[in-house]
């Protein structure tokens, strides 16, 4: 062999090494990368945005498959019963990797068991909205409905969806307010009950509804997060409207592969997707949706933040006594 050659092939093994890929073969072939929602919608925005430069970084395509349906379940079994090589993975949510078992009378996989978490990789805030009808700040609104047991109702994208949680668990921080719950097959039919005053308060997320608030025609209360949004300064958090504390509600998303996938898999996905979440350019175009980009989360993180999220919802859902079929 050629000293040249020679050098060339210890420079592609050092590339490989880097990523994994030496070890693993990883990846061989098309990743295909399922949502379990409807195109459109955050959560597959969010996922076109992470496949595009998914693919970017590892040099092979990334192809969005959507297969929505039950909350997301449908998708996520979809994954687990794939082959556990890491060319099939999900683009799952708070909603099937922490809530699915929680709520779930008769569930087809366990999300800690059946899967193998790549990365935390964003999220975005619930927000509580209200018709303008209604008092300006979300103090107000709870004086409000505690002075009209049952009076008020909220509309929500659904029983058992993370939004309708976070409804309830700020109802239960308030002392346990009486804001009657309106179900609604997904937020594209709250908005509307809300805004002709059907409902007179709606939980979403400040993406969806940051539109209606600055044009005046609803009025985002408060955000359950951390810290105030750079898209909508003015809006408090719930922290700061009704003086509670780490009250936060955060819809995330979470990559995940199915379990038994190969360690050296999870490495190479795990160090793409830590570059792909440091692109500023992709921040960015995540900020315009009030999704808040994670940096820096691995596969061991994940998991842990994933059971922390479960012990965090698992007494509010005991609460409301939420199971579904």
């Known amino acids: 062999m050629k000293r040249r050659d020679v050098l060339a092939f210890a420079a592609l093994a050092a590339m490989l090494q880097r990523t994994g890929w030496a070890q693993s073969g990883f990846p061989s072939k098309a990743i295909r990368l399922v949502v379990p929602f409807p195109p459109g919608g955050p959560t597959d925005l969010f996922a076109r945005q992470y496949g595009n430069r998914l693919s970017a970084v590892l040099g092979q395509p990334v192809v969005i498959d959507n297969k929505a349906g039950a909350s997301g379940a449908i998708g996520a079994v979809e994954v687990m019963r794939s082959a556990p090589d890491g060319h099939t993975i999900l683009f799952g949510t708070a909603s099937t990797h922490a809530l699915y078992n929680l709520i779930s009378a008769n569930p087809q996989y366990d999300s800690l068991k059946d899967f193998a978490p790549v990365a935390i990789v964003g999220g975005a ?8 009808s ?4 979300l103090r107000e609104v709870i004086a409000l409905a505690r002075a009209n047991p049952g009076k008020l109702r ?7 969806t993370f939004l309708h949680l976070a409804a309830e668990r700020l109802k239960k921080e308030a002392g346990g307010v009486d804001i009657q719950h309106i179900p609604f097959k997904g937020s594209g039919q709250s908005r509307p009950a809300l805004l002709g ?12 509804s940051l539109a209606d608030h600055k044009a005046g025609k609803a009025r985002i209360l408060a955000l359950a997060a951390a810290r105030r949004s750079a898209l909508a300064p003015e809006i408090p958090t719930v922290d700061e409207a009704l003086g509670t504390r ?33 692109d500023a350019g992709l921040r960015e175009e995540l900020a315009k949706f009030a999704i808040e980009a994670q940096t820096g989360s691995n596969p061991a993180g994940a ?13 509010v859902i005991d609460a409301v006594g939420v199971k579904l079929e």
């Open 303 to 315: 998991s842990a933040y994933i059971r922390a999220e479960m012990q965090r919802w698992k007494p």
């Open 246 to 278: 780490g009250f936060e509600a955060v819809l995330w998303n979470v990559v995940a592969a199915p379990a038994g996938t190969p360690p050296s898999v999870l490495e190479a996905l795990s160090a793409a997707t830590a570059k792909v979440m440091a």
């Open 197 to 208: 005053g059907q409902v007179e308060l709606m939980v979403d997320t400040l993406g969806s």
């Open 125 to 132: 805030a619930a927000a509580f909205v209200a018709h303008p």
């Open 134 to 137: 209604l008092p300006a700040t």
């Open 154 to 160: 909220y509309a929500s994208p659904g029983t058992g």
